[in-house]
């Protein structure tokens, strides 16, 4: 999962990008409201990390944007401990949550998590999808509660295509949500991984079907096409 930070403050906004990279998200981290929007038009975010207070302008016109756009994208908005304001504008202006400073490094990552869970229609940090479970805050998996041995881009790929279940995920957009800007990742990287991940749920009844030319669709197997 790949998460877009816009913080000014640049002990702050380095604290939170390495805090949420060691949660095992890709990040990447902007200053400014314009290389925000810039990022956010070539790139893909599963969450977007936002301060209020920019030097270029105002973290509101961006949800504002994102908002009259139709796009659903997770904004968790950062704001002063005394702000009761700010917040309920960022609320009432389409922010999914808030988080008051100084940020808890803990709870960041927390609020992150729920977010993208609720965003997928996924309410708890651990599901299942027949034998197989996920546990998003651990980042491991269980086969019938026995833990997968799985790298940290076989889980990235797991935990993507899980948490988009049923849906056909493209190989672009597995790229997009393991690596920040920089970052190189090649589709027969993808392919390798989704080979690898195949192998260790196979017997579990869920398969990771592909889709010719679209990509993959992870599916309980007794729904897979013939
Ligand atoms: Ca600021």
Redesign the pocket.
């Given at each position: 999962m790949r998460i877009l930070v816009v913080?000014?403050?640049r002990t702050l906004g380095k604290a939170m990008s390495a805090s949420l990279e060691l949660a095992g998200f890709a990040v990447d981290w902007v200053c400014r409201v314009a290389d925000a929007r810039h990022l956010m038009g070539g790139e893909h975010f599963d969450a977007l990390v936002l301060?209020l207070?920019?030097p270029d302008g105002d973290g509101y016109d961006l949800v504002r944007t994102l908002r009259h756009k139709g796009e659903a994208l997770p904004v968790l908005i950062l704001t002063a401990r005394d702000a009761v304001e700010d917040r309920v504008q960022g609320l009432d202006l389409g922010a999914d949550d808030y988080i008051v400073k100084p940020v808890a490094m803990a709870e960041l990552q927390a609020r992150v998590r729920a977010l993208i869970r609720r965003s997928a229609g996924t309410g708890s940090a651990s599901f299942s999808i027949g034998a197989l479970t996920l546990d998003t805050a651990g980042r491991r998996a269980f086969l019938d509660g026995r833990p997968l041995d799985l790298s940290g881009r076989e889980w990235g790929v797991l935990e993507y295509l899980a948490t988009h279940v049923h849906r056909i995920v493209s190989k672009e957009q597995l790229i997009q949500a393991l690596t920040s800007l920089g970052q190189d990742l090649s589709e027969n990287a993808i392919e390798a991984y989704v080979h690898r991940v195949r192998g260790k749920i196979e017997g579990s009844g869920t398969v990771i079907r592909t889709v010719r030319g679209l990509g993959y669709m992870l599916e309980q197997a007794d729904e897979a096409a013939p």
């Amino acid at each position: 999962m790949r998460i877009l930070v816009v913080e000014d403050d640049r002990t702050l906004g380095k604290a939170m990008s390495a805090s949420l990279e060691l949660a095992g998200f890709a990040v990447d981290w902007v200053c400014r409201v314009a290389d925000a929007r810039h990022l956010m038009g070539g790139e893909h975010f599963d969450a977007l990390v936002l301060d209020l207070g920019l030097p270029d302008g105002d973290g509101y016109d961006l949800v504002r944007t994102l908002r009259h756009k139709g796009e659903a994208l997770p904004v968790l908005i950062l704001t002063a401990r005394d702000a009761v304001e700010d917040r309920v504008q960022g609320l009432d202006l389409g922010a999914d949550d808030y988080i008051v400073k100084p940020v808890a490094m803990a709870e960041l990552q927390a609020r992150v998590r729920a977010l993208i869970r609720r965003s997928a229609g996924t309410g708890s940090a651990s599901f299942s999808i027949g034998a197989l479970t996920l546990d998003t805050a651990g980042r491991r998996a269980f086969l019938d509660g026995r833990p997968l041995d799985l790298s940290g881009r076989e889980w990235g790929v797991l935990e993507y295509l899980a948490t988009h279940v049923h849906r056909i995920v493209s190989k672009e957009q597995l790229i997009q949500a393991l690596t920040s800007l920089g970052q190189d990742l090649s589709e027969n990287a993808i392919e390798a991984y989704v080979h690898r991940v195949r192998g260790k749920i196979e017997g579990s009844g869920t398969v990771i079907r592909t889709v010719r030319g679209l990509g993959y669709m992870l599916e309980q197997a007794d729904e897979a096409a013939p």
